[in-house]
């Protein structure tokens, strides 16, 4: 194991290798501090805008930076309560982690507590010790828990807890979401370059395609799982990373380029995960022309904690992991 320094981050990247010296087959794995001198931020700084930044609930389900500007929908907007919500969570988390681990909490913190209350209230799960701090956070949210106005329309706890999750992961999108060019990577397209390193595995736990941008622009191929595009959409096949190819990508936790399609083939939906090779994923089309449906609205990747452990288990995780 031999940590290497990745351009100008400050994060150490482990290089596991093994073989000849002239012929090596190396491991690179990264996390998100390669991403800094891009310009992402940290976890922190996505925590902070999760709870105090301006977001806008969506007719599509998303949330959207910014205010919500026009006045008909500002009383319709779920932000305000969700990090009502969020925030009293956060309350409860910092004082654990303060002693667990010296610091305070943070979105994937947030993200697991707020999985958990509404898998409880969706019975999913079975699990006295959650019942009881359900219970005691549902006693203390019946403002956020209130009917909207104008519409009535009912605010459920298993609801809030619910789109919480939602509005965790569409900040995540929009932080991480970014068209600058990638930076201090170059030790990334130096070791495939390298005639010394016969196979070079990438795997990453960051959202990000920064080192799919970076390879790209360095005319160096790679496999991703992800084909040819059919149409407008290139699917995943697992079976490309069998191919005999030098440099390899695992996007063990997902991607902001990844999402879920479906169609109807031969009177059955069929759903299958894919990358547009444009930036509109509501309006795709294949090789025939036909429209393919973005089932979920936003990319897929994993946030929070140990329900991570679970969630490996579906998908292009499972066959990636």
Known sequence: LEPVRLGRTRSLVPIFGFGWA???KLILFLGSGVSFPSGLPGVQEITRA???DEWQSHTDSNFY???ETNPAFQPLNWVPRLQVF???LKSYADKYYASRRGGEANYEDLYYLSRQIADEEQWEIDNPAVDMFASEIKHKVAHPCQPFPITNR???YEKLADRACDLIACVVWHKLYSEAPPKGMELIGDLALAAEVEKLDIFSLNHDTLVER?????NISFADGFGPADGEVRFFDPSLYEANQKVKIFKLHGSLGWFRFSKTVGGVNVGRYGIPTHWDHWHCRDAQGNWIQDSEGKPIFLAGTYNKIFDYNYGPFAEMH
């Open 22 to 24: 002239n012929s090596m």
């Open 154 to 156: 009912q605010v459920t």
């Open 214 to 218: 970076h390879l790209s622009e360095q």
């Open 65 to 67: 930076p910014g205010p």
């Open 86 to 88: 969020l925030n009293l």
């Open 50 to 52: 999760l709870l105090q």
